[in-house]
């Protein structure tokens, strides 16, 4: 009975040991398992975070406090530091950042008094013979030339346009102007000069103002206005349109129009409009530069010029195949 009665208490003085340990090790955030199976806990009985102290009136303040009204308060830009100070004394020198070449001295040194040019600054020159062709036609052939070739800057030239067709060895008719042609813009000059014709009848002087230009959809538009003397008037148009079937294969619509406000039948014309050609050529550029071309091209007279023609034993229209070089350098 003695042993039983120590051994109770032996076990008990173990268990109470064992739990004041387990309590003395939980966590202050442990969770509260008084709940669990609907046992519940009074906030008083449940272990609570300890507070933070209350700032005191002699502390100060962390933060500034915001103002009454809600408001930012104001900056004080003088207080700034702001940059500042005088540029380098190189600072718009051209030769500073040279690495040391000058254009008067050294490895890149030009003559004296020569100064550098822009590109506009610059004369450049051309020649475009646009078309170099014999003409096969019902009733006669021909030998045809329109060309074209200016020298000047981007912004001035001098410009020489010649035309003419010879047929049964003589020169039937033959168009040249000498002009000064001004840029009007990125893709339009303004031309103003002198014409001459020559040929079958007395040669005729005009004076010769037009433009010529890249017009939208990348059409190449010539239209000029003549003053020639006794009160004679005329105008020409001329437009072509080039459409690439390849890089070097190019088809190319052309129209002329011809009219003029005076009767002239020394020279075979007639007041109004006086003729219209329309053709069309396919050439193949074997360079840039040189392109031969076949196609046809059909002409035809109106009013009074085609009267003055059909009594000369001509026909008022024909039809013709071509064929031709283009080239230009």
């Known amino acids: 009975m003695t042993n039983k009665t120590t051994l109770l208490a032996a076990t008990a003085t173990v268990l109470v040991l064992s739990g004041s340990v387990f309590a003395q090790g939980a966590p202050a955030?442990?969770?509260?398992?008084?709940?669990?199976?609907?046992?519940?806990?009074?906030?008083?009985?449940?272990?609570?975070?300890?507070?933070?102290?209350?700032?005191?009136?002699?502390?100060?303040?962390?933060?500034?406090?915001?103002p009454a009204t809600g408001e930012q308060p104001a900056i004080n830009h003088g207080e700034m530091q702001m940059q500042?100070?005088?540029?380098?004394?190189?600072?718009?020198?051209?030769?500073?950042?040279?690495?040391?070449?000058?254009?008067?001295?050294?490895?890149?040194?030009?003559?004296?008094?020569?100064?550098?040019?822009?590109?506009?600054?610059?004369?450049?020159?051309?020649?475009?013979?646009?078309?170099?062709?014999?003409?096969?036609?019902?009733?006669d052939n021909a030998t045809a030339v329109d060309a074209q070739a200016w020298f000047g800057t981007s912004y001035d030239r001098l410009v020489v346009?010649?035309?003419?067709?010879?047929?049964?060895?003589?020169?039937?008719?033959?168009?040249?102007?000498?002009?000064?042609?001004?840029?009007?813009?990125a893709y339009w000059d303004a031309q103003l000069g002198i014409r001459y014709d020559s040929g079958e009848g007395p040669n005729r002087e005009w004076l010769a103002v037009g433009i010529q230009g890249l017009a939208p959809y990348w059409f190449e538009l010539d239209a000029a206005a003549y003053l020639g003397a006794g009160g004679r008037t005329a105008l020409r148009f001329e437009a072509e349109y080039e459409l690439l079937i390849t890089q070097r294969l190019i088809l190319q619509p052309r129209i002329e129009l011809n009219a003029y406000g005076k009767s002239d039948p020394d020279r075979g014309i007639g007041s109004g409009l006086s003729d219209v050609a329309a053709g069309l050529r396919l050439r193949y550029e074997i360079t840039r530069q040189f392109a031969p071309y076949i196609g046809v091209e059909?002409?035809?007279?109106?009013?009074?010029?085609k009267d003055l023609l059909r009594e000369a034993g001509g026909r008022g229209s024909d039809t013709r195949l071509v064929a031709g070089v283009r080239f230009w350098f």
Do not use: M
């Open 29 to 66: 955030g442990a969770a509260d398992h008084g709940t669990h199976h609907g046992a519940a806990t009074t906030p008083s009985e449940r272990a609570s975070p300890p507070s933070e102290a209350a700032p005191t009136a002699s502390d100060p303040p962390s933060v500034a406090p915001a």
């Open 84 to 139: 500042g100070g005088s540029p380098p004394p190189d600072a718009r020198d051209p030769h500073a950042y040279s690495d040391g070449f000058v254009r008067g001295s050294g490895k890149y040194s030009l003559e004296p008094g020569l100064r550098l040019r822009l590109g506009d600054e610059h004369r450049y020159s051309a020649l475009l013979v646009n078309r170099l062709e014999r003409s096969y036609g019902e009733d």
């Open 161 to 185: 346009k010649a035309e003419g067709e010879r047929s049964r060895g003589e020169l039937e008719h033959a168009r040249t102007e000498l002009l000064w042609g001004h840029a009007l813009a």
């Open 298 to 305: 059909w002409v035809s007279r109106y009013g009074e010029t």
